[in-house]
């Protein structure tokens, strides 16, 4: 490199230079200095803690007040100015205590119930000009929201949901996704739908490969050249999506089925006698079904259900298992009980005169049966299955055994158990844990049992309810008939409405009824094996808290606050707000809406509650939103561990605050 040699004049007036900016520099540097000692003061959107960072106030809002301010202003593509006006719209909605967290905000945003537009006559609620002042004094979010940059050139990390959103942006991609969504609910659609769009694309690729060709060779004119290259570019698309959608799908498949290896969770479900009792029953007690009959067990496990099957006369029982380990243990115990299928001892008596060697245990899932057994459709004269899972429907297996329903059971065949109904009831404070943090060993710790209390309002627990701690009467929300409901009724939304059980001192009205203090509401399920295929004798499997209790136990979900309830048959006027002991409600109505998660087999619930008093007045709540994980409920002893972990990450972050 050649070098550059300055004269004396030339080296005076650069040395000058460099005094000037040296000067102005310092001055630049005193003015940062002066900025970075500065310490800002950043109040939370939604109550009274500030923080000395935005970053910290953000991820507050996100967690505890499912508000994401960032990912609002992502999602609704809002400009700077747009930005600081909602700002000032939260902090004047909060004043005025209509709004208390971010989720009644953007509740439409929720996929669980009817989506309200959050625009009115095409404009956001906060784009009148009034919200362009300031409504806090020296507010200092409204000078560092933007990281000191303009929310325009806002670009967070692009997540797997930000990819999957934008190609359902795509009206050709979402067309695509809405007509294969049998996808999301079996492996085997998964897998054909895949299949089905490589087939495509490889047309399609054939098909732009020869117009390519036939441009070189100056057949087709340029005007193609783009048509040819997007037609490329959306078969990608089109591979990709399905790909992403089948990966996931077979993960969680893989880590579910894999969790039922597990001897203790077979062991768990064997020993409750109220479930396993039910399917006994209904098997050996109706020899007019089973007997003779070609049985289907869906998700056998240990093969207890196929093995009463072949104990009460059955021809034939296929076992189907999709755990590989389980499936291996299921055949050894039909072997070792003389019920395993082989070829050289089919249709045998035994010394009871029932048929040996029926049970055939099939390894995969029910929607790749037919690549591991030919099986005619619609030949199978009775469907058997243990699907539920805890609140009912989570899991998701009971779109299983409708699938194994529509393609191979017969006719008018029968399905076991062939009904299922969701029940709810409101609980008092019995069935909480505040009772025991009142007295232990005779200290007073109700201050924790306040704060378990409000983790406990933030999700669903699994747990045992004491019938004596229901408050109210029980009310259906949701019956499924398993012979005829479509796989999409699996996702519902009902109301119901919870009155006071009656009790003694209903019987003589007085001018002060007693007030009950309703916390929660708690959900259980009912099937029935009922006389349509059970004709000797029908039977119930229930785990309501009025009955024995069982590994189901029941789902509890409880109210932020609680809600002061009295008999309808009160007689005295109240005032004040309702849901409170100067006014308690005499019913409380309920909206629950329990859905399919876009996380495979898990299940998203929302619950809308309304308190009605005596002369017809209202009190809404919030609306809640709750996720059932399949990864969460392992067992109860994890369950308490991981509340106990939250709860001391919670401490640490307050100390660190």
């Known amino acids: 490199m ?12 650069e040395e000058e230079e460099e005094e000037v900016e040296g000067e102005q520099g310092g001055v630049w540097d005193d003015w940062q200095s002066d900025e970075e000692d500065s310490s800002s003061d950043y109040l939370c959107l939604f109550c009274d803690l500030r923080y000395d960072s935005t970053e910290r106030l953000f991820e ?3 967690f505890v007040h499912f508000f994401d301010l960032r990912g609002i202003i992502r999602d609704l593509r809002l400009d700077f100015y747009g930005s600081l006006k909602l700002i000032n719209y939260i902090r004047s909605q909060v004043a005025t205590n209509k709004c208390q967290s ?5 509740k439409s945003f929720t996929g669980l119930h ?14 009148d000009e009034l919200y362009l002042k300031p409504f806090m004094i020296d507010d200092a979010l409204l000078h560092s929201f933007a990281n000191d940059e303009d929310v325009e050139d806002f670009d967070p990390p692009v997540t797997e949901e930000d990819i999957l959103s934008e190609l359902m942006n795509d009206g050709h991609i979402a067309q695509i996704y809405h007509s294969s969504q049998g996808i999301l609910d079996t492996e085997k659609l998964q897998t054909s739908a ?22 070189s060779n100056g057949i087709c004119g340029g005007s193609f050249n783009g048509e040819s290259h997007q037609k490329q570019k959306d078969c990608q698309l089109k591979v990709s999506f399905a790909n992403v959608v089948a990966r996931e799908i077979r993960n969680v498949n893989e880590n579910y089925f894999g969790s039922y290896g597990s001897f203790g969770i077979h062991k768990e479900m064997i020993s409750d006698k109220v479930r396993t009792e039910a399917y006994r029953i209904a098997i050996l007690n109706n020899p007019s079904l089973l007997n003779q009959a070609t049985v289907m067990d869906v998700g056998c496990g240990t093969g207890i259900l196929s093995l009463f099957a072949a104990q009460a006369g059955a021809s034939t029982v296929v076992a189907v298992e999709a755990s590989l380990k389980m499936a291996a243990i299921a055949t050894q115990i039909a072997k070792d009980n003389g019920y395993l299928y082989e070829e050289n001892n089919k249709g045998e008596k035994d010394e009871d005169n029932h048929c040996s060697g029926v049970i055939d245990v099939v390894q995969t899932m029910v929607e790749e049966l037919d690549k591991f057994k030919k099986i005619t459709p619609h030949s199978v004269d009775v469907l058997v299955s243990e699907w539920m899972g805890y609140c009912l429907l989570y899991e998701s297996m009971l779109s299983s055994v409708l699938y194994a329903r529509d393609y191979w059971l017969k006719p008018g065949g029968a399905i076991l158990p062939d009904t299922a109904t969701i029940l709810v009831a409101g609980f008092g404070r019995g069935g909480t844990s505040l009772p025991f943090w ?11 049992g306040k704060e378990v209390m409000e983790d406990a309002s933030c999700s669903p627990i699994i747990d ?9 009467e029980s009310a259906v929300l949701q019956t499924f008939d398993l012979t005829t409901m479509k796989p999409d009724e699996v996702d519902f939304t009902a109301r119901c409405e919870l009155v006071l059980k ?19 509401i708690v959900l259980w399920f009912e099937t029935g094996f009922t006389s349509r295929f059970c004709k000797e004798m029908p039977t119930v499997l229930s785990t309501s808290p009025y009955f024995p209790k069982t590994h189901w136990s029941q789902t509890i979900f409880t109210f932020q606050e609680p809600v002061a309830m009295t008999s309808s048959k009160s007689k005295s006027e109240y005032d004040g707000l309702v849901g409170t002991e100067r006014c308690p409600a005499v019913r409380i109505s309920s909206r629950i809406s329990i859905a399919r998660s876009s996380v495979h087999r898990s299940l998203d619930i929302s619950m809308e509650t309304t308190g009605i008093s005596l002369d017809g007045r209202k009190r809404s709540w919030p609306l809640r939103i709750f996720r059932i994980f399949f990864i969460v409920i392992i067992s109860m002893e994890l369950a308490w561990f991981g509340m106990a972990f939250l709860l001391l990450l919670k401490a640490v972050f307050y100390y660190k605050s």
Do not use: Q
């Not at 009817?114 to 784009?127: H, L, Q, S, T």
């Not at 895949?194 to 441009?215: G, T």
């Not at 045992?464 to 109210?472: E, F, L, Q, Y």
């Open 464 to 472: 045992v309810v004491n019938s004596k701690d229901i408050v109210t």
């Open 114 to 127: 009817a989506a309200e537009n959050i625009k009115k006559e095409g404009k956001f609620p906060w784009d």
């Open 60 to 62: 507050h809002c996100k």
């Open 2 to 13: 050649a070098t550059k040699y300055l004269s004396a004049e030339e080296e005076e007036e």
């Open 502 to 520: 009656p009790s003694p001192e209903d019987a003589s009205v007085t001018e002060e009824p007693i007030v009950c203090w309703c916390y929660g």
């Open 102 to 106: 971010g989720d009644v905000l953007f």
């Open 438 to 448: 009142e007295n232990v060993y005779g200290f007073n710790m109700t201050c924790i």
């Open 194 to 215: 895949c299949l089905d769009i490589r087939r495509h694309v490889a047309a399609e690729e054939k098909e732009a490969n020869f117009f390519e060709k036939s441009k």
